[in-house]
């Protein structure tokens, strides 16, 4: 059988991009050698978050006191149980993805893809015929020299979400949004965590004022942080594992249990034939054009496989942008400018847009408003005061940049906030918007209006 559009893989940017091919009328097939959803329903984001919804409900039952309800006996974290019910959350997702793909009657085939050149992609002995292919194969996790993964002392982000047992101590090398996850996750356990971070400051990408507030939440709460270090080796011993950690100082010894590594990920595109086709690539991630072609025609790309931020709803933006055009629908560009990153700590990160040393380096005068989650009422009432609103505009148009939350609730205010700076929305349009009260929420307004105290016109 022949097919519009063959996909290899399923996550974010194959199951989204087959179902709306299906949805304009493409025959369409996806290739999938593991799990339906990929990597971000099956070990990424979805049971992750189940994870810290599991370390929600210990952390609040441990402070239940504090809102005046008494628990009698102890509060343990029971780890089979949390992790059981993550890797359901997980199932459920997969189930909703077949459900999915069976209702816009998009066929499946279970293996792994290799392209055979264009409009030819095999599966084993079978070889699948179609007019266009489309990549989407995602990544998996970078491992450091001298700090290699093995899966038992030193583990990634998958061995992490599966612990038959919470380690007394562990080292996560990596403060981006996986490790700074993981980090929060094991210390509300009752893991002695070290945090270890190459740059100058944890949550690299992140604003510098929600980097130092972060990390002074984090090191409250106990755990010990180290930036401007780097691991130079790891020694495994019967207990665990010794670190060497180039620091400022010096080089430093951390001994821990369990090491995870986090130092990223890298591009899924080994093996799939590419290069024998003729897709060029760039230190393993593939060249496209603004429609996602690679240099082959009819072959196309779509998600963490491109030199493009490493995040399912890119990759998702990415795949819809690219399948539209396929299909002669003129569609916007993506707008790269204005992605949201989201960090589930607690307190959770959230932003979009420039960062103000961002602006600053491309000679941007820009006006800061900046609102304490301690003069929030809803925090109050909640007991969630740590953090802020952080908004970055440009100082004579008054247009939004930037937004930065770190606080509760941060990646739930964020999407307005896209939606804003993807309209040009200005400091006193937000001003003069109606929020709810109480709401964390409101911080935006005030934010707004903190940068523009000095207006002569509000």
């Not at 984001?45 to 102890?74: D, F, Q, W």
């Not at 059981?84 to 209702?103: C, D, H, P, W, Y």
């Not at 207990?239 to 249990?257: I, M, N, S």
């Not at 998702?316 to 204005?338: F, I, K």
Request: aromatic share 6%; net charge neutral; proline share 4%.
């Amino acid at each position: 059988m022949s097919y519009d559009l063959i996909i290899i893989g399923s996550g974010p940017a194959g199951y989204v991009a087959a179902v709306r091919s299906a949805q304009l009328g493409f025959k369409t097939i996806v290739i999938e050698k593991a799990l339906l959803g990929g990597v971000c329903l099956n070990w990424g984001c979805i049971p992750t978050k189940a994870l810290l919804k599991s370390v929600e409900a210990l952390n609040m039952a441990r402070h239940a006191e504090t809102y005046g309800v008494k628990i009698n006996g102890t509060v343990e974290p029971d780890i089979k149980a949390i992790v059981q019910r993550s890797r359901q959350v997980a199932a459920q997702m997969t189930k909703g993805i077949e459900f999915l793909l069976n209702k816009y009657k998009i066929d499946v085939i279970r293996g792994r893809g290799t392209v055979k050149g264009p409009g030819q992609v095999a599966v084993g002995d079978q070889v699948l015929e179609g007019k266009n292919i489309l990549i989407a194969t995602g990544s998996k996790p970078n491992s450091l020299p001298g700090a290699s993964i093995d899966g038992k002392k030193i583990i990634g982000y998958r061995q992490a979400m599966v612990p038959e047992s919470i380690p007394a101590t562990m080292a996560v090398i990596g403060s981006g949004a996986i490790g700074a996850e993981l980090a929060f996750f094991y210390h509300s356990l009752g893991t002695k965590v070290t945090l270890i971070e190459y740059m100058d400051q944890i949550v690299p990408t992140e604003d510098t004022d929600v980097a130092a507030q972060l990390s002074r939440s984090f090191r409250k709460a106990g755990m010990k942080i180290m930036t401007s270090s780097g691991v130079q080796s790891a020694d495994k011993t019967c207990e665990g594992c010794r670190l060497a950690v180039q620091t400022k100082k010096g080089v430093e010894y951390v001994e821990a249990d369990i090491v995870l590594s986090a130092v990223g990920v890298v591009p899924s595109t080994a093996n799939l034939g590419l290069e024998a086709a003729g897709v060029q690539m760039t230190r393993g991630r593939i060249n496209v054009d603004k429609n996602f072609m690679t240099t082959v025609p009819g072959i196309y790309a779509v998600g963490d496989v491109l030199n493009t931020p490493a995040l399912a709803h890119l990759a998702s933006a990415e795949a819809l942008c690219c399948v539209e055009r396929m299909a002669g629908l003129d569609v916007p560009d993506v707008d790269y400018d204005n992605v949201p990153g989201c960090i589930y700590t607690t307190p959770e990160i959230a932003s979009v847009g420039l960062r103000e040393k961002d602006a600053e380096k491309k000679g941007i005068k820009v006006k800061i408003g900046k609102y304490p989650f301690t003069a929030s009422g809803k925090a109050a009432a909640a007991g969630e005061r740590d953090g802020f609103v952080k908004l970055v505009f440009d100082a004579e148009t008054d247009i939004l940049l930037g937004a930065h939350i770190i606080g509760a609730h941060a990646t739930e205010m964020i999407g307005g906030l896209v939606a804003s700076r993807g309209m040009k929305i200005t400091g006193h349009d937000l001003i003069h918007s109606i929020f709810p009260h109480p709401t964390m929420s409101e911080g935006i307004m005030e934010a707004a209006a903190l940068s523009c105290d000095q207006c002569a016109n509000m």
